[in-house]
């Protein structure tokens, strides 16, 4: 499998992440760049995956699966923490 075809799937995953549904309310104002982060948590998570669980020969279905999941949470958990490192005061 091409590394390059792997790399979009995390991407694609980590960008599906951002929009899970969370028990708080979303602050106000705008955020541009949500997806951007989950596309890198979730290229992140899937390539340390990947390295994690090293296929023997050819990369399966499977292989591949369990790394998308991960990037999938990647994009989710990398943008829970930007949004701690961004508490705004409230008055």
């Given at each position: 499998?091409?590394?390059?075809?792997?790399?979009?799937?995390?991407?694609?995953?980590?960008?599906?992440?951002?929009?899970?549904?969370?028990?708080?309310?979303?602050?106000?104002?705008?955020?541009?760049?949500?997806?951007?982060?989950?596309?890198?948590?979730?290229?992140?998570?899937?390539?340390?995956?990947?390295?994690?669980?090293?296929?023997?020969?050819?990369?399966?279905?499977?292989?591949?699966?369990?790394?998308?999941?991960?990037?999938?949470?990647?994009?989710?958990?990398?943008n829970?923490?930007?949004?701690?490192?961004?508490?705004?005061?409230r008055?």
């Amino acid at each position: 499998m091409s590394y390059v075809f792997m790399i979009f799937g995390w991407a694609l995953a980590g960008w599906c992440g951002t929009g899970l549904a969370r028990p708080r309310p979303e602050p106000p104002g705008p955020r541009p760049w949500r997806p951007v982060w989950g596309v890198i948590g979730g290229i992140a998570v899937g390539l340390a995956f990947h390295f994690m669980f090293p296929a023997q020969g050819a990369i399966t279905r499977l292989d591949y699966a369990v790394t998308l999941i991960g990037g999938f949470f990647g994009g989710f958990i990398l943008n829970d923490v930007i949004d701690l490192g961004r508490k705004e005061k409230r008055a």
